[in-house]
């Protein structure tokens, strides 16, 4: 009988061991848990400009637009901005006019293969080969779909903007299209055209490069402003008088 209860002594300090040692690994593996846990915490805590998940590269495509704008063919890239460029000097500064550069450089290209071709046959050559230049079916079918798809969905942004549901989206879209009437009185179309063609050169090259800087910054500029909004809510837009919007159904 006491063998056995010495026994049973051991058996139970063992099992106490054995749950002492289970008790203390497990602590330590969520002790090593937590820095994973607080790690990717803090990741998920990272403002982000917009909203941003995904890389600048994908937000603008992935493909050959994405690495003109953020200039992964220098050459390429420098090449198009050249030749935007030279156009805007051309029409905005020379004051060259478009219908008479369309006249001048087919004046200029059919004189060329005019003399071509009759040159051709006083050194003895075959005259030189015009292609046929015929645009396909289904590129213009799809380019009309696109464009038809991309107006629709326009006008129905414009109709919910308008139905009064959301004040703030009201609000910018107003604010935002003042801002480019106060721009157009003040340079013209091309002007405009070419100076949005160079923040697109520009400004996605420098945020990808100094992203963490400028989403800090964008993140205490937009709780300024959201407090600002609080108070001018609280103040203004609270009393503005607002209809029930009744969406018809047919």
Known sequence: MAERSEETLAEKSGEKTRDLKHSSSSSSDSDDDNPKSSGSSLKAKIYRLFGRERPVHQILGGGKSADLFLWRDKKASAAVLVGVTSIWVLFELMEYHL??????????????????SNATTFINKSPPHIPQVIIPEDLAVNVARSLRFEINRLLATLREIASGRDLKKFLAVISGLWIISILGNCCSFLTLFYIVF??????????EKYDDKIDSFAEKAIAEIKKQYAVFDAKVLSKVPRGPFKDKRH
Do not use: G, N, R
């Open 99 to 116: 219908l008479t550069l369309i006249c001048h450089s087919l004046i200029l290209s059919l004189a060329i293969l005019f003399l071509w």
């Open 198 to 207: 160079v923040l697109l050169h520009t400004v996605p090259l420098v945020y």
